[in-house]
């Protein structure tokens, strides 16, 4: 499973990478992120479309029509609308949340800058996410790009991970070792 899993990783980076070397050629890194932050975003907003980029019953016609359609549709023109077809005629849609991860990556790189993953229990205003990134740029010696996730379920506090570091401040993990402390006494 751990060997599946790398492989897929692997083709995610290399079709990353050519998105990124085609981007930079045409100066349009800025614009290629923000569409495939859109694209992002409609993944996670639409199960159908989730279920077109995952399912292997479609054939490979179908997932391009379908992502041509939406394409379309979306106004993604240029090298990201052009890249969904590239990645559906070869029937690779299934690794695109790691396409577009490690493009990001590429280009927080390119810019001199480190991503963090910031799970908090509530949304941040503006001001402790400009706090927050002061804060982490002190840690990791870089500028920080912030990509934020609401997680209820943490209860209070926040968990961020900066590469393989991780940080978790959040309430839940806090109340799960007590639990355990107070088992190891009673």
């Known amino acids: 499973m751990a060997q599946t899993g790398s492989i897929i990783s692997g ?21 290629v992120e923000k569409e495939l932050a859109r694209v992002e975003t409609m993944l996670a907003d639409s199960a159908d479309l989730r279920r077109l ?57 390119a810019r001199g800058e480190v991503s963090a993953e910031v799970t908090s229990a509530h949304a941040l205003t503006a001001q402790q996410e400009t706090e927050l990134k002061q804060t982490l740029k002190g840690v990791a010696g870089k500028d920080v790009a912030l990509k934020l996730t609401v997680d209820p379920s943490i209860l209070g506090g926040m968990i961020v991970r900066i590469g393989s570091r991780q940080i978790d401040t959040s309430l839940k993990t806090k109340l799960n070792s007590l639990k355990l402390a107070l088992k190891e006494v009673g």
Do not use: C, H, W
């Open 11 to 31: 083709m995610a980076s290399r079709y990353a990478g050519s998105l990124f070397d085609l981007a930079s050629e045409a100066g349009t890194l800025d614009e």
């Open 53 to 109: 980029v995952t399912s292997p019953v479609f054939s490979g016609e179908d997932q391009l029509r379908a992502i041509s359609a939406i394409a379309d549709r979306a106004g993604l023109k240029g090298l990201v609308g052009n890249f969904l077809r590239v990645v559906a005629r070869n029937r690779r849609l299934f690794a695109l949340p790691g396409m577009i991860a490690g493009f990001r990556k590429l280009a927080a790189e």
